[in-house]
Nanobody, 125 residues
Framework: QVQLAESGGGLVQAGDSLRLSCAAS????????MGWFRQAPGKEREFVAT????????RYADSVKGRFTISRDNAKNTVDLQMNSLKPEDTAVYYC??????????????????WGQGTQVTVSS
């Protein structure tokens, strides 16, 4: 069973950049499809980005496409989310997630088995 721990959140201004990192332990990291999700107060958990096991395939929510980049390092057991041109509407708790389900990648949070504790990102206008 894999454990996930996010880091890198914080308070930034609109237009700034932030890089989130998720460290995995306790499992074979390269066997998991990884994803980033976010949840704002009063809203449902929302898909942000996902990456396949070998990093060869990625998918993004339309709201972040062109601004966010997901990447992983299977040697270091980490998955990162580079966030550029941040907007106030990007404010949320960001969660890292992992799944061992068969498939290239997943945008549905129900496909993920393991979750981190989340890291807060706040973007001021």
């Amino acid at each position: 069973q894999v454990q996930l721990a996010e880091s890198g959140g914080g308070l930034v201004q609109a237009g700034d950049s932030l890089r989130l990192s998720c460290a995995a332990s306790g499992g074979t990291f390269s066997s998991y499809v990884m994803g980033w999700f976010r949840q704002a107060p009063g809203k449902e958990r929302e898909f942000v980005a996902t990456i396949s096991r070998s990093s060869g395939h990625t998918r993004y929510a339309d709201s972040v496409k062109g601004r966010f980049t997901i990447s992983r390092d299977n040697a270091k057991n980490t998955v990162d989310l580079q966030m550029n041109s941040l907007k106030p509407e990007d404010t949320a708790v960001y969660y890292c997630a992992a799944t061992s389900r068969g498939g290239l990648y997943f945008s549905d949070f129900r496909e993920y088995y393991y979750w981190g504790q989340g890291t807060q990102v706040t973007v001021s206008s």
